[in-house]
Antibody
Framework: QLQLKESGPGLVRPSETLSLTCSVS??????????WGWIRQFPGKGLEFIGS???????FDNPSLKSRITMSVDTSQNQFSLRVTSVTDTDTAEYFC????????????????WGQGIWVTVSS | NFMLTQPHSVSESPGKTVTISCTRS????????VQWYQQRPGSSPTIVIY?????PSGVPDRFSGSIDGSSNSASLSISRLTTEDEADYYC??????????FGGGTKLTVL
């Protein structure tokens, strides 16, 4: 059974870098039919797509965050990661990692498995 | 870019049918697929409808999705409501650059 689990600090200081890792079990991250994504949920419950990465390390980023985010994949550890630089209090959110599945064009992909989420607070 | 607008909340009685709308502000609703996610209290979202109307395995047929070009909206209908259906529901589609766009979410209360 596929499971995803986020890990990382729950508190990050303003202007510092947020680093999160998603550990995948029950399936190999090294499959071309999937993307591996990050989605965050703000305190008001709105959802925002951050980006996705495939097993080759090719990424698709949210343009509004592009200059601050880096995503990577470690197939040997069956993990993928997210870094967000220069965080502010507007980055306070619950961060979810997810497997993104579909077929054909990217417009047919959706998040079919989600991690449990990790709450990250940006505060001094 | 466009927005997806959902009602903030809806409520209905057990056993009844409820429909949640998701209206696209610009561009055609049928230009890109729409997904629906269910998020129960304290849990992560789960997919209930993808590609406008398709149900993933394990999702009961009480859940159905549709698209209406005349109102430029997508809808999620849930029939034979139970208290287990109480959750937040989010629609999601894509912009022309493949960026995911989420609706603001609808809180469903079954009372």
């Amino acid at each position: 059974q596929l499971q995803l689990k986020e890990s990382g600090p729950g508190l990050v200081r303003p202007s510092e870098t947020l680093s999160l890792t998603c550990s995948v079990s029950g399936d190999s991250i090294h499959k071309s039919r999937y993307y591996w994504g990050w989605i965050r949920q703000f305190p008001g419950k709105g959802l925002e797509f951050i980006g996705s990465v495939d097993y080759t390390g090719s990424t698709f980023d949210n343009p509004s965050l592009k200059s601050r985010i880096t995503m990577s994949v470690d197939t040997s550890q069956n993990q993928f990661s997210l870094r967000v630089t220069s965080v502010t209090d507007t980055d306070t959110a619950e961060y979810f990692c997810a497997r993104i599945s579909g077929s054909g064009s990217y417009y047919r992909y959706y998040a079919d498995h989600w991690g449990q989420g990790i709450w990250v607070t940006v505060s001094s | 870019n466009f927005m997806l607008t959902q009602p903030h909340s809806v409520s209905e009685s057990p056993g009844k049918t409820v429909t949640i709308s998701c209206t696209r502000s610009s561009g055609s609703i049928d230009s890109k697929y729409v997904q629906w996610y269910q998020q129960r209290p304290g849990s992560s979202p789960t997919i209930v409808i993808y590609e406008d109307f398709k149900r993933p395995s394990g999702v009961p047929d009480r859940f159905s999705g549709s698209i209406d070009g005349s109102s430029n909206s997508a809808s999620l209908s849930i029939s034979r409501l139970t208290t287990e259906d109480e959750a937040d529901y989010y629609c999601q589609s894509y912009d022309s650059n493949s960026l995911w766009v989420f609706g603001g979410g609808t809180k469903l209360t079954v009372l």
